[in-house]
């Protein structure tokens, strides 16, 4: 007998995605193998998977000195959520409710709101208390399911806010178990000392803020749209990045048609977001490429719009398709990625094997995370979410409520919504470590 550190068996259904590669996007019909094991298993060592299988398989080759039973649970490869904005100080419910009552996006603006408001709120408040507040925003998301993230600054748009920002997240990372991978946004918006002087400001970017605050992040990010960051400011602006170390990711083609989605192609990033005005000819690129297309359902959905990305025509085209929270103060305030995986299904189209790939190996793929987590191969972290549904098949179909019972990160239960509800649902072993 094999000894390993815990054993979580008698999973009603063990989603392992093992079908396919263990690295690399899913694209097309390798977007609908899921690898499914029937009353399964998960041995793990050292935070990591040693073997999936059938219970009776695994329990055989493998002892622990800790099992946990889930049995009745669906268990999937823990979220990988790849484009969210954590780092504010203060929520814009007030404009949820303007935009219910029927303001748009410019009577928001001249009211003081949007991105503005919450960049105001980031200068006006401490580096402790950004980060205590970012540290709250990063602890909502293990209950979710979700065990990875990227996460952007943005609401700054200072060398000083921005640093900041940086730093703020930088030290909530460390007091929480998720994997977090750091994106600078200073090209989010044009603050209102350069609202006259654009051509200053993104040479502020280029010049100064870029090179000082590259060491703090991962990636740079700009939001390339008609009216925010133009197409050759946006290039610039990602050129500098890429010279500064900083891998790419592009808000693209949200709002307007700008060949988003051909910059972010071209310029090798690793993701273009949101993509509701994608061209044909930007789907082409992007099938033919190794840029992740990340939708952002839930934010067309939050905002009243009906300018979903088309997801079945990209999927059939071969692109590489994740899915995301989009989770900022503004216009996406939800952690749900399983809320996000509805929206998915009944506004873009998308199956339950679909939307079940693009929350955990294709986003994965996009952080350069794919060795590591989004599929449960042995040899990767041992993160998973354990949903108290019927079967994979209601991934989508079930909403309105979390369906997370258990998430694991790292081997270790850190979240286990159900235990208050059952505590003897884990055989009597601990409920969180």
């Known amino acids: 007998m094999t000894r390993v550190d815990r054993l979580f068996v008698h999973v009603h259904e063990l989603v392992t995605l093992a079908d396919g590669s263990p690295t ?25 998977i040693v073997a999936t299988g059938p219970t009776d398989e695994i329990t055989r080759e493998y002892r622990a000195a800790e099992e946990l039973d889930l049995s009745g649970f669906v268990v999937l490869p823990g979220f990988v959520d790849a484009h969210t904005h954590p780092v504010f100080a203060r929520t814009r419910e007030h404009e949820f409710h303007m935009r219910c009552a029927g303001a748009d996006y ?22 402790d208390e950004l980060t205590a507040t970012t540290l709250s925003n990063l602890q909502g998301f293990p209950a979710h399911g979700t065990t990875t993230i ?9 060398l000083l806010d921005e640093e900041k920002s940086l730093r703020a997240l930088a030290a909530a990372m460390a007091e929480s178990p998720l994997t977090v991978k750091r994106t600078f946004l200073g090209a989010h918006e044009f ?18 803020m870029l090179p000082q605050l590259a060491p703090l992040a991962e990636y740079c990010d700009v939001f390339a749209e008609p009216g925010v960051f133009d197409r050759a400011q946006s290039e610039r602006i990602l050129t500098a990045a890429k010279a500064s170390g900083l891998r790419l990711r592009v808000h693209a ?58 997801a079945r025509r990209m999927i059939e085209a071969g692109c590489a398709v994740a899915i995301a929270t989009d989770f900022n103060p503004g216009s996406c305030y939800t952690q749900s990625m399983t809320l996000i995986m509805t929206i998915a299904c009944v506004r873009m189209k998308m199956t339950a094997e679909e939307v079940i790939t693009a929350a955990t190996i294709n986003p994965a793929f996009s952080l350069q995370q794919d060795h ?62």
């Open 24 to 48: 690399g996007a899913r694209r097309g019909a390798a977007m609908r193998q899921l690898g499914v094991v029937d009353d399964g298993a998960i041995a793990v060592r050292d935070g990591r």
């Open 106 to 127: 410019m009577a928001i603006a001249q009211a003081g709101g949007g991105i503005l408001s919450s960049m105001r709120a980031v200068r006006e408040t401490t580096l």
């Open 150 to 158: 990227e996460a952007k600054t943005g609401y700054g748009l200072s």
């Open 191 to 208: 603050p209102p000392e350069y609202r006259q002087d654009r051509e200053a400001y993104v040479r502020l970017l280029c010049e100064q």
């Open 253 to 310: 083609d949200e709002i307007s048609p700008m060949g988003g989605a051909e910059l972010a192609v071209a310029l090798g990033a690793d993701s273009a977001d949101h993509l509701g005005r994608i061209s044909d000819e930007g789907i082409r690129q992007l099938a033919a490429s190794q840029t992740t297309g990340v939708l952002l359902p839930g934010t067309i959905f939050f905002l009243g719009k009906d300018t979903y990305a088309p």
């Open 372 to 433: 590591e987590v989004g599929t449960l191969h042995a040899g990767k972290r041992a993160d998973f979410v354990a949903l108290d549904i019927p079967s994979w098949r209601a991934v989508g179909y079930a909403f309105g409520g979390n369906p997370v019972a258990l998430t694991v990160k790292n081997g270790i239960p850190i979240v286990a919504n159900v235990a208050e509800q059952n505590p003897d649902v884990f055989g009597g072993g601990p409920a969180v470590a």
